[in-house]
């Protein structure tokens, strides 16, 4: 029972991991994703959503193709489609599928990352062009712990920064799913965890984009409480749990966004 322990606990911190950024040179706290932010990606001039990957020796994602010859990064490209297909927006989404369109970057060596500490290495990657036509999101696969400031945690899988584009995946955390690099539980875990990040920082559950049903715990922060969602902040029975991994493992890259998310981000008006 050690395989589902791992899973009942990882998707638990998923949902757990996400930051309240303070920048220090900023007076103005970012509790969710901005409205200028918001008001861009789903702004009637928004053409391309771009996903740049950058990762440290070590913990590179998984790419390649995953058990039903679709591309491993399929199920995050897939996620995002859908949430421009419900607002019949025409926003093009690119998402890197195989390693040779990510960045390998220099290794950090370090042990821990504060959000400070991610957004600083973030801005170190090459500021993305701005223009009114674009938004580029960070994805960061980093070796060491997440450190909240108050608490290293082993644990945490990933991290949205809260008011940026910024994303951190912990490799090392990711490992803990699954019993290999090869498993597929660790790859669609990894996954997983980027719809849910990406769901963060596109705004939801009410973190910048409007709950309009009654589908938002807010006794759990930005999160969902259908139990079938991605953004759920747990899986309160093992059963649940199991058959949101199991559906993946057996039907492949599918939308893991519930309805109730979806129909906030098609109602949100910029
Ligand atoms: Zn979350
Ligand atoms: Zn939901």
């Not at 195989?98 to 600083?120: F, H, R, Y």
């Not at 674009?134 to 960061?140: D, E, L, R, V, Y």
């Not at 945690?153 to 990933?158: A, P, Y």
């Amino acid at each position: 029972m050690r395989f589902l322990y791992y899973l009942i606990f990882s998707f638990l911190i998923i949902s757990c991991g996400d930051s309240d950024f303070v920048p220090t040179s900023a007076s103005v706290i970012n509790k969710s994703q901005t409205p200028e932010n918001l008001n861009k990606f789903y702004g009637a001039n928004m053409r391309h959503l771009y996903v740049r990957v950058f990762y440290e020796p070590n913990a590179e994602p998984y790419a390649g193709k995953n058990n039903r010859d679709q591309p491993v990064w399929g199920l995050l490209e897939e996620n995002l489609k859908k949430i421009f297909e419900v607002r019949t927006q025409n926003t093009q989404v690119n998402v890197p599928k195989e390693l040779n369109e990510m960045n390998l970057v220099t290794a950090q060596e370090k042990d821990s990352w504060t959000p400070g500490e991610i957004v600083q290495f973030a801005q170190t990657l090459g500021v993305p062009p701005t223009d009114e036509a674009s938004s580029f999101f960070t994805i960061m696969f980093l070796k060491g712990a997440y450190n909240s400031g108050d608490q290293i945690s082993n644990s945490v899988l990933g991290v949205s920064i809260t008011g940026t584009t910024i994303i951190a995946i912990f490799k090392d955390a990711i490992r803990q799913l699954g019993p290999s690099d090869e498993s597929l539980v660790v790859k669609f875990g990894e996954q997983a965890t980027l719809v849910h990040e990406m769901g963060h920082a596109l705004g939801v559950v009410a973190n910048g984009v409007d709950a309009v049903t009654e589908h938002h715990d807010q006794a759990h922060g930005a999160h969902c409480s259908n139990s079938d969602c991605v953004m759920y902040w747990q899986n309160e029975g093992n059963q649940d749990l199991l058959q949101f991994i199991q559906g993946l493992v057996t039907e492949g890259n599918k939308t893991l966004y519930g309805s109730q998310c979806l129909d906030d981000i098609k109602a949100y008006s910029p």
